[in-house]
């Protein structure tokens, strides 16, 4: 077993040196901030696959963190037939004109709103992380912890600045191959405990 332990400010460097060189992450840690976030992306951008766990706390700067992680995309819902719902949408317009005239415009009217909701394409909004995963859950999540592929780091600071870089934490590396397995099947049950009450991306973007 081999321990690398540092307590100070300015953690950051003493805990990336491990990460820039591992290709797999899991990261528990209850917040984040907006700086931080960009640092996953980065790391995403080299091809490191990142599991994040983490808590919907309603802090500001954890929700900015977390909107940072998430990809909204408008995808088709429903395939319409857009001549169809456009003819549907002139004749409303026409029907709701000649009810000024006659009752045949209203038979017009309820045509042609029936044709546009129809005919009409549907879209909606598709959330989804832009790391590997991102688990966002509702229990009351204190731990922190970082997984490589065969070192488990342990300590103090949330993965947010603050915790990086301004306050005095402790943080080491432990490479013990039979303490990582434990560790390792530790949070496959947490993760599968914490998925069956996770936040549901929307809901980040309601605050």
Known sequence: MSIKIKIDRRLKDFIFQEILNSKKLIIISPW????????????????????????NDSSEFHKRGLKNLIS??????????DILAKLGILLSIF??????????????????FFLFLKFRTIFEEVYF???????????????????????????S???????????IESFAWIEDEE?????????????????ENSVDYREIFKF
């Open 32 to 55: 984040i901030s907006e700086e931080t976030a960009k640092l996953l992306l980065d790391l995403t951008s080299k091809n490191i696959d990142i599991t994040l766990i983490t808590t």
């Open 72 to 81: 909204i995309e408008r995808k088709i819902r429903k395939e319409g037939n």
């Open 95 to 112: 029907g709701i004109l000649l009810t000024l005239i006659n009752l045949f415009g209203i038979v017009l009217f309820i045509l042609g």
């Open 129 to 155: 992380p832009k790391i590997k995963d991102l688990i966002i859950t509702k229990e009351r999540l204190h731990a922190k912890l970082i997984l490589t592929e065969k070192l488990i780091g342990i300590g």
């Open 157 to 167: 600071p949330n993965f947010t600045y603050s915790g990086l870089i301004s306050n």
């Open 179 to 195: 303490a990582y397995d434990k560790i390792l099947d530790e949070i496959k049950k947490l993760v599968e405990k914490l998925r």
